[in-house]
């Protein structure tokens, strides 16, 4: 008989004591795919994404905006997100497409929690954080992030919809170092049509 696999648990109750791994990321390596080309960041407070602030008083919880380091990575987590691919490739009404936005930041320096790789073991996690279509516990560990003493920015962690590279959320409070930069269409932008072809996108 096979052993069970642990599956995730909740950041044990010393989390706080312990310095958290950090990493430097530069504001303007963070890409958003939008459908609005203004109000960007914007820090959502609805409780419904992977990491949001699960406290049930919606006026007291934190706000999180997410991000790729990449534009293939910020495309599938937001106008792949939800689809089903058809022999290997995405059909996307052209209209879809059009409306949404590439948005570059522009600000300071921004300090990270590292949760990938061996730092994402060490504080006594795995993929399934960023795997698990339940959000309960990562929202929870989001939170612990949030209240602990070294007071990040927000954290690094692996793409579930591009499980080779990274993404990242950040926490409103740090919204005074990062600033929208520009918003270019995304069928205007000079990285869309490799990173279509990279993740089968059709024009429907």
């Given at each position: 008989?096979?052993?069970?696999?642990?599956?995730?648990?909740?950041?044990?109750?010393s989390?706080?004591a312990?310095?958290?791994?950090?990493?430097?990321?530069?504001?303007?390596?963070l890409?958003r795919?939008?459908?609005?080309?203004?109000?960007?960041p914007?820090?959502?407070?609805?409780g419904?994404?992977?990491f949001?602030?699960?406290?049930?008083?919606?006026?007291?919880?934190?706000?999180?905006?997410?991000?790729?380091?990449?534009?293939?990575t910020?495309?599938?987590?937001?106008?792949?997100?939800d689809?089903?691919p058809?022999?290997?490739?995405?059909?996307?009404?052209?209209?879809?497409?059009?409306?949404?936005?590439?948005v570059?930041?522009?600000?300071?320096?921004l300090?990270?929690?590292?949760?990938?790789?061996?730092?994402?073991k060490?504080l006594?996690?795995?993929?399934?954080?960023?795997?698990?279509?339940?959000?309960?516990?990562?929202q929870?560990?989001?939170?612990?992030?949030?209240?602990?003493?070294?007071?990040?920015?927000?954290?690094?962690?692996?793409?579930r919809?591009?499980n080779?590279?990274?993404?990242?959320?950040?926490?409103?409070?740090?919204?005074?170092k990062?600033k929208?930069?520009?918003?270019?269409?995304?069928?205007?932008?000079?990285?869309?049509?490799?990173?279509?072809?990279?993740?089968?996108?059709?024009?429907?």
């Amino acid at each position: 008989m096979a052993a069970k696999t642990k599956g995730l648990t909740t950041p044990k109750p010393s989390f706080a004591a312990d310095p958290l791994p950090k990493v430097k990321v530069s504001a303007k390596s963070l890409i958003r795919v939008s459908t609005h080309n203004t109000g960007e960041p914007h820090f959502g407070t609805k409780g419904a994404k992977r990491f949001d602030d699960p406290n049930p008083d919606v006026a007291a919880r934190y706000g999180t905006c997410y991000f790729g380091l990449m534009l293939e990575t910020a495309i599938a987590e937001t106008l792949l997100h939800d689809l089903t691919p058809k022999r290997g490739h995405f059909q996307i009404h052209p209209d879809i497409i059009e409306s949404r936005y590439v948005v570059h930041y522009k600000g300071s320096s921004l300090t990270l929690a590292n949760l990938t790789g061996a730092d994402l073991k060490r504080l006594g996690a795995h993929g399934e954080l960023s795997g698990t279509s339940i959000y309960k516990k990562p929202q929870k560990w989001s939170k612990a992030i949030y209240d602990h003493p070294d007071q990040v920015d927000g954290f690094i962690y692996m793409s579930r919809h591009l499980n080779t590279e990274k993404a990242v959320v950040l926490f409103d409070r740090a919204s005074a170092k990062i600033k929208m930069d520009k918003a270019i269409r995304l069928t205007s932008h000079p990285g869309f049509a490799a990173a279509a072809n990279t993740l089968g996108i059709l024009s429907a």
